[in-house]
């Protein structure tokens, strides 16, 4: 099992960055994919970047281009620096990992919605303004 903390939310205008942190309890190299999604009040879940157990990256067309995501394996981190941030960014932001996957990331990201996938953390709130 692993327990997975998001930081890194808050407010900020229309055109501005944020970067999101997610500290996991245990090593997430090697043998778990991840990555992140939102959420934002009476939509869906939404995938938005994933990490495969190879390091291989996918994107959401909404963010791709504007969203980074990266991994700190020495510290148990998963990162997502978001760029150029729009109001239809506003949600709350989950990390999510998956023990013992093997999908490729384009798998990952249209998995990583789903309540099978594994463990995610309670969220951060991202507000955008314009």
């Known amino acids: 099992q692993v327990k997975l903390v998001e930081s890194g939310g808050g407010s900020v205008q229309a055109g501005g960055s944020l970067r999101l942190s997610c500290a996991a309890s245990k090593s997430l190299a090697n043998t778990y994919c991840v990555g992140w999604f939102r959420q934002a009040p009476q939509k869906e879940r939404e995938g938005l970047a994933a990490?495969?157990?190879?390091?291989?990256?996918s994107y959401a067309d909404s963010v791709k281009g504007r969203f980074t995501i990266s991994q700190d394996n020495a510290k148990n981190s998963l990162y997502l620096q978001m760029n150029n941030l729009k109001p239809e960014d506003t949600a709350m932001y989950h990390c999510?990992?998956?023990?013992?996957?093997?999908?490729?990331?384009?798998?990952?990201?249209?998995?990583?919605?789903?309540?099978?996938?594994?463990?995610w953390g309670q969220g951060t709130q991202v507000t955008v303004s314009s």
């Open positions: 990490i495969d157990s190879r390091g291989a990256t």
């Open positions: 999510a990992a998956s023990p013992g996957c093997r999908w490729p990331a384009s798998e990952v990201l249209q998995d990583i919605t789903k309540d099978y996938f594994g463990y």
